[in-house]
């Protein structure tokens, strides 16, 4: 059975990072059709729309749910050669690509951390028509977002090792009685 505090941990990191990206998501819809209606029934469109939606609820809706999808193993995966391997093969190459993933998603973290952390020190922001709006906290949205999957990805390998689980089986309901997320 996968201890409680990993099932806690990956299931506040979850549900955290789904609602944020849903709030991105309902914040996005209001924000264009209060623009559109502003727009075609004063004839005074928000000014800003643009800059927030691409600096902050894009990044949300688009980055945050990778998470998700990788606890809920919602990835699209081709296994046409692996398929025919013994199961032990199997399950040590996905080891090895969930230890290699790991490791591109912690590349990915630090480089956008420190994307993030020159943003941050030099206050970036974008100026719409007369606008300023600070986009410096959006950009903090990719490096959480990568290595909390890069240790997912750690804490799969982890479980598979000691836990003797197979693909899959971490964090699914139904699955050899483990708990779920």
């Not at 956008?112 to 922001?125: C, H, I, L, T």
């Not at 410096?136 to 990805?153: K, R």
């Amino acid at each position: 059975m996968t201890p409680r505090w990993i099932i806690s941990l990956v299931r506040g990191a979850d549900r955290a990072l789904v609602a944020i990206a849903s709030l991105g998501l309902m914040a996005m819809m209001l924000h264009i059709c209060l623009d559109i209606g502003a727009s075609l029934l004063l004839n005074a469109p928000i000014a800003t729309t643009s800059a927030i939606v691409t600096s902050y609820y894009m990044i949300a809706v688009a980055f945050l749910p990778i998470y998700t999808a990788e606890v809920r193993n919602g990835h699209i995966g081709v296994n046409l050669v692996t398929a025919t391997l013994p199961v032990r093969v199997q399950n040590w190459l996905d080891m090895l690509m969930l230890s290699l993933t790991a490791g591109v998603y912690a590349l990915l973290a630090a480089q956008s951390w420190g994307q993030a952390v020159k943003k941050f020190a030099v206050n970036d922001y974008v100026v719409e028509q007369t606008t300023k709006i600070l986009i410096w906290p959006s950009y903090f949205m990719l490096p959480v977002t990568f290595a909390a999957v890069a240790l997912l990805m750690l804490a799969k390998v982890a479980l598979r090792l000691s836990y003797g689980m197979g693909p899959g089986e971490e964090f699914l309901p139904g699955r050899k009685g483990h708990d779920h997320v």
